[in-house]
């Protein structure tokens, strides 16, 4: 294992602990402690070296990680050795995880429910069919709610 200083420690145990908390597995958490802190790429070597665990496993994390978005790999021409980063300026890391919501969640919502209660709408329903409807109706209006709310932060994120 690398020394590292006990502020560097005692940060990364703290993304740890919060990474852990949202039910990350320890080798998941370790790797976004690790990456957080780098200033720079750094190499699945010494990512392995770092956390402990093995290169198969480190490699199978880091390529989940990539496939949501959570790290970004690149290669060093004439070389191939593999690097990683995750992003750690907060603002844009914010901003990054609200585009990817708003993209993948709300829109698709935007698109998808309100044709859906205009249709049952125009149904004749059930007792519980229009039980049902209303939770889909107040799901909807929460979630543009949400979207609002959400764009009065990406404004204020802005602003940091």
Known sequence: MVKMAAFEKEFQ???IQV????????????????????PGEISIHELAERTGYSLASVSSKLKLFESIG????????GSKKVYYHIESDLPTLLRSKMDAFTAHF???????????????????????????????????TQLMRFDAIMKEMQAKIERM
Do not use: C, H, N
């Open 13 to 15: 145990d703290f993304i």
């Open 19 to 38: 990474f852990r908390s949202f039910g990350m597995d320890m080798l998941g958490a370790k790797l976004v402690g690790v990456l957080f802190l780098e």
């Open 70 to 77: 959570q790290v970004q790999r690149t290669k060093r021409p």
């Open 106 to 140: 709300i829109e698709p919502a935007k698109r998808t429910i309100p044709p859906i209660i205009e249709s049952a709408r125009k149904a004749k329903l059930t007792d519980i069919e229009r039980k049902k409807l209303q939770i889909i109706t107040d799901y909807y």
